[in-house]
């Protein structure tokens, strides 16, 4: 019997004992051989082994997502992840201002599916993009000023209605 008729079997008999094909039951080398056919099971394991996220990460961009915040997911590993597609940001629970700056340094809109962004994140998003700042909810003087400094023409979108008198100066200071 070949190795994918034993799984085959193994997954039949599984399914039998119970009808949600418990995964976890397996071996870690038929849970790599399963996920390997169908990425989608690695949503089934409970606790996803070292060797299963490497693997996860290897198999496609879109397989990383189940894996992303797995206790053996290395920063190096999310690097990758975040340079090779900057949306998988939303997926990273509490990401770190590195991974954060190089998401909008990505593509700017990724500044969207950041919680809470330090406002280093947020001049590194307005001076990728100008627009980014219709983005930010609340966004610091500071941001607005870097925004301002880095394209006039933010002016138009922020408007100057909540500055003050000092922060008025500056801008004047910036655009003469």
């Known amino acids: 019997m070949n190795a994918m008729t034993e799984l085959d079997d193994k997954i039949k008999l599984l399914i039998s004992i119970d009808e949600r094909y418990n995964i976890n039951l397996l071996s870690e080398v038929d ?7 169908n990425f989608y099971n690695v949503r089934r394991i409970v606790n996803p082994s070292k060797r299963i996220v490497d693997e996860m990460v290897t198999i496609s961009s879109d397989a990383v997502k189940f894996v992303i915040n797995n206790k053996h997911m290395t920063n190096d590993m999310l690097v990758t992840v ?30 969207l599916s950041i919680n809470n962004p330090t406002i280093n994140v947020m001049i590194a998003a307005v001076k990728k993009d100008r627009r980014s700042i219709l ?41 003469t």
Do not use: C
């Open 31 to 37: 849970q790599l051989e399963s996920i390997q056919s």
């Open 135 to 175: 983005y930010l909810k609340n966004p610091p003087v500071s941001v607005k000023l870097a925004a301002i400094k880095h394209d006039v023409r933010t002016i138009k979108r922020i408007g100057l209605v909540d500055f003050t008198n000092e922060e008025l100066m500056q801008v004047k200071l910036l655009i």
């Open 82 to 111: 975040i340079k090779n597609n900057p949306q998988f940001i939303k997926h990273v629970i509490n990401p770190s201002e590195e991974l954060q700056l190089i998401a909008v340094s990505e593509e700017y809109s990724t500044i």
